[in-house]
């Protein structure tokens, strides 16, 4: 009960984190356009401030919210324009264009987004392949990495709650925690002799 309230709290403070950004600048701008109608540059940025706010919200209700539903390409590549504020995109070429993932496999690719936007801090790409129930994620960007101790808290529950320490990290070891809950199986693919910071990811169901 314990480690479910910090993590709870974990994941609201987190929320909060990442919106207060966004709605400071928003609420900032806004304040200009009501002392200046005629500032259209001002209006502008609130504009796109609003936009990426409510993206961004509808990418963590679906992530977060607790009610699963399958999720089909159309609706994750949509879902995914909530990481480009984050300069993070999505590329499922890879996939069969009918690919549908089910409730549990779509929750913890939307909590492998999110952890994409963690781990590629100067932007990039997220590339899934392969299908439904066997897929590879691989990161392609600018200082890409996964997020120190992921391949430790993938491989045992122990050391996920262990890493559930403050908000700003708190995705890694949510999305390992997602995944055993699910009863899923997500594993870093090392290859012998490559060293590398962000090794693609495989999830594969049942």
Partial sequence: MEDSLRLTEAVCA????????????????????????ADKEAAAV????AAALALRLRLLRAAWGGRSEPLDLPRLTTLAQGLAARRVALDVS???????FSPEVGCL??????????????????RLDGGAGDLVARLNGPSAAWPAGLVAMLADSEEAWLGV??????????????????????????????????????????
Avoid: F
């Fill in 14 to 37: 987190r929320l909060c984190h990442d919106l207060s950004g966004l709605l400071g600048s928003l609420v900032g701008t806004l304040e200009l356009v009501t002392e200046t109608s």
């Fill in 46 to 49: 609130a504009s796109a401030a």
């Fill in 94 to 100: 890879g996939l069969p264009p009918t690919t549908v």
């Fill in 109 to 126: 690719v939307l909590n492998l987004l999110l952890l994409a936007a963690e781990s590629l801090p100067r932007g990039g790409v997220l």
């Fill in 165 to 206: 320490t403050e908000p700003r990290t708190v995705q890694a070891p949510l999305t390992a925690l997602l995944a055993r809950h699910h009863g899923l199986r997500l594993a870093v693919l090392l290859t012998a002799g490559q060293a590398s910071a962000a090794p693609p990811l495989r999830l594969t169901a049942g």
